[in-house]
């Protein structure tokens, strides 16, 4: 597993990045990190995804995508704090801490960051669909 793709997001196969979602989950699966703290993650990336998607589309442009990194900005970036406290709160949640640091600043880093977005949410949804398969609590 080559973790040196999250260092920019949008050059990331998404074959890649499953890949590290279940290394990943199943070592969180074994720090006994609860479902309830992914959940409550999660909860906050879908809020984020939700919002990307209704600004994907301008009515001004006539359908066409258009830069939407800014719209989502300011909660991703708010994203590291949030786990930093719950990671300061349970040893477990410390991986997924660096983790989702490393997913961010993958994000912040890369030029494409339509794609950058969609691989990040991609890496979350796998992380928590493979802690849930390999038994997370």
């Not at 979602?21 to 984020?48: P, W």
């Amino acid at each position: 597993m080559n973790k040196q793709i999250l260092k920019k997001l949008d050059d990331a196969k998404i074959e890649e990045l499953v890949e590290i979602a279940e290394e990943e989950a199943k070592q969180l699966v074994k720090d006994q990190l609860k479902t309830s703290q992914i959940r409550n993650f999660y909860a906050a990336v879908s809020k984020m995804k939700i919002d990307y998607e209704k600004s994907k589309v301008d009515s001004d442009n006539k359908g066409k995508p258009e830069p939407l990194y800014d719209a989502i900005r300011m909660d991703l970036i708010m994203l590291k704090p949030k786990l930093a406290y719950a990671a300061g709160r349970q040893k477990s949640v410390k991986k997924f801490y660096y983790l989702m640091n490393d997913a961010i600043k993958g994000v912040q880093a890369s030029t494409n960051k339509h794609k950058a977005i969609e691989n990040f949410f991609a890496l979350i949804e796998s992380v928590v669909a493979y802690h849930k398969f390999h038994g997370g609590n």
